[in-house]
């Protein structure tokens, strides 16, 4: 049987396992803490304790308990220490995990979005060749192809030399600005829809893609590259 006393500071009724006679304990109640009486002291007290629960039976209160007070259902929970602040630790112990899946949330959006910024613009096209080879193939057998003159005829002759300094149909524009107002005259003044890009070997790449992106936005159908030597 489990030891029951009273709490010398609030006269809560309390009951302890018997391996903690002689020790102390926190009562419930009043949060103080109170020795636990001896093995002897505890078995007078306890016959004390039951002489009071008669008169309280007697009195017609049989029926109440104590706030604070723990029953013992049976004999197994004698040696479970009854510790009202250690529970409380153990409910203070779970750790809230609702402000990371929030910060989960936002950084997988975070991430989607800024994914389709990054994707890049690709311009499928051919290698330019050089005027000797576009020559050669259009004069090779099979079904002839369009020569130099042909191209020149029907289209916007964009030529780049070794300094990037461009030049449409043999005069000079200032930038890329500029040529998008030619080659938009081009396209509705006099028809042309295709443009041929002569670009010397020593000409950037980064300026062939800038007049090839700016011939496709004003609307010309087709654009053609190609690469000549420099003058001696």
């Known amino acids: ?17 018997r391996r903690k006679a002689g020790g102390t304990t926190v009562c419930p109640s009043c949060l103080e803490e109170v020795p636990v009486p001896t093995l002897d002291a505890g078995e007078g007290e306890e016959a004390a304790e039951g002489l009071i629960a008669k008169r309280e039976a007697a009195a017609g209160g049989a029926g109440e308990t104590r ?70 193939a259009g004069a090779g057998g099979g079904a002839p192809g369009p020569t130099i003159e042909d191209l020149e005829e029907s289209s916007v002759i964009v030529e780049v ?20 107002e030619v080659l938009n005259q081009k396209l509705v003044g ?3 829809t295709e443009v041929l890009i002569q670009a010397q070997y020593e000409a950037k790449h980064g300026t062939v893609v800038s007049i090839t992106d700016t011939a496709m936005d004003v609307g010309m159908q087709r654009v053609r590259r190609l690469s000549r030597k420099g003058d001696p």
């Not at 006393?5 to 396992?17: G, N, T």
């Not at 300094?165 to 890329?176: N, P």
């Open 1 to 17: 049987m489990p030891i029951q006393f009273r709490c010398e500071h609030c006269q809560q009724l309390l009951s302890i396992s």
């Open 67 to 136: 706030r604070g007070t723990r029953p013992v259902d049976s004999e197994d929970e004698e040696d479970e220490d009854w510790n009202p602040s250690r529970k409380r630790h153990q409910e203070n112990d779970a750790i809230d995990m609702t402000a990371m899946v929030d910060v989960t949330f936002l950084l997988l959006i975070f991430f989607m979005v800024t994914a389709s910024f990054a994707a890049q613009k690709v311009l499928e096209t051919s290698p330019p060749q050089e005027q000797e080879q576009a020559e050669e």
């Open 161 to 180: 030399d070794g300094q990037d300094r461009i030049t449409v149909d043999g005069k000079a524009v200032a930038g890329i600005h500029e040529l998008r």
């Open 190 to 192: 006099e028809q042309k």
